[in-house]
């Protein structure tokens, strides 16, 4: 039996789409910049993780992990052991989101002084 995979794509994205490629670009450029020290990749890294944690921790907020994995196509007795494990029920997995982006900004702010 084949697992169906990790990442849902939403219905109808194709990466082939402008802005998947802009985010391509956006990330390839922001991962030269920080190799560079260029301000601009530390800005690009940092306001993608804002954004990106901010997101996730809305989302683990309202949407019940388990109707995710049964919407993926995940087998009852799959989804029956999912449920027994602690990160998917509750806000656990919203609050570990949550705490663990704080030490990620501090760290981010605090080489913000080598990107001249």
Partial sequence: MTQ??????????????RRSGLMMVAWGYSAWATY???PAGWWIVTVGLVLFSVSAVLT???VDLIDVYQAMGYSPQD????REFPLV???ALTVITAVT???FI???ISIKTYFR
């Fill in 4 to 17: 169906p995979p990790l990442v849902s794509v939403p219905a109808g994205h194709d990466f082939k789409d």
């Fill in 36 to 38: 560079k020290l260029k």
């Fill in 60 to 62: 683990f907020g309202r």
């Fill in 79 to 82: 989804v029956r052991l999912l």
């Fill in 89 to 91: 029920r509750g806000q």
């Fill in 101 to 103: 982006m704080v030490p």
């Fill in 106 to 108: 501090g760290y981010l």
